[in-house]
């Protein structure tokens, strides 16, 4: 079974997909800047889910471990943080779930200086890494709802296809339909839905919309 790294776990999207790789069998490390918060919350959500199935560490020695890294920050750490890891992720999957969000305007949609998070990621990192865009466009209020298959599609953009297969395997395991979206460069239309959803959560009083494609087989 892989070993999963997620860095950024101890956010609410981080920890959801954790849990929900860990009470698949799948060994999950918790990544943060500081180990010692790392190691706290996971020891939070081995309480929560009543078994020591997750770990804790600091980024890089997570990423190290990893057969698959997922990065789960915020966009204002996203450079640094592939920054720190870099060596670590070299010859891996990385699986990019950031969005270029920029606060107060969250429910609009901003392009970063390289179009993407994703193609940034893929930029920084090299051509020996498989950067995968996913993840986006899911709810953390879904993702925590532990026992329940969570109603959204997930779009998983990648050059690399089996990286991309690899990616749609995790996420029927975290209880969702994996959707091939296409290359990488895709990911800048899926990182431009986030605002869109959360623009409709707002104005429709609703919490965790998400994306549905229609006219595939269930």
């Known amino acids: 079974m892989l070993t999963l790294a997620i860095l950024g776990g101890t956010g609410k999207e981080g920890a959801g997909l954790a849990m929900r790789w860990a009470l698949q069998n799948y060994r999950v490390l918790i990544g943060s800047r500081s180990a010692e918060r790392a190691r706290q919350r996971a020891a939070e959500m081995n309480a929560e889910l009543g078994e020591d199935y997750l770990a804790g560490a600091a980024n890089a020695e997570a990423a190290a471990a990893a ?3 997922i990065l789960s920050v915020p966009y204002s750490a996203h450079k640094a943080t ?10 891996k999957i ?5 969005v270029p969000l920029q606060p107060p305007a969250i429910t609009s949609v901003t392009l ?19 950067v995968v865009a996913a993840f986006q466009n899911v709810s953390a209020v879904k993702l ?3 026992d329940t298959p ?28 994996g959707i091939d979206a296409g290359a990488l ?28 494609i229609t006219g595939l087989d269930a």
């Open 112 to 130: 970063p200086p390289g179009n993407a998070a994703a193609l940034e990621a893929q930029a920084l990192l090299g051509a020996d890494v498989r």
């Open 150 to 177: 969570v109603d959204c599609d997930v779009l998983v953009c990648a050059d690399d296809a089996a990286a991309k297969a690899a990616v749609i395997e995790l996420v029927a395991a975290a209880g969702m339909r």
């Open 185 to 212: 460069k895709n990911a800048v239309a899926a990182e431009a839905l986030t605002p869109v959803l959360l623009h409709i959560n707002r104005r429709y009083r609703v919490q965790g919309a998400g994306i549905r």
């Open 144 to 146: 925590r709802q532990l």
């Open 82 to 91: 592939l920054k720190g890891v870099r060596p670590q992720c070299q010859g």
């Open 67 to 69: 057969d698959v890294v």
């Open 94 to 98: 990385v699986v990019d779930l950031t």
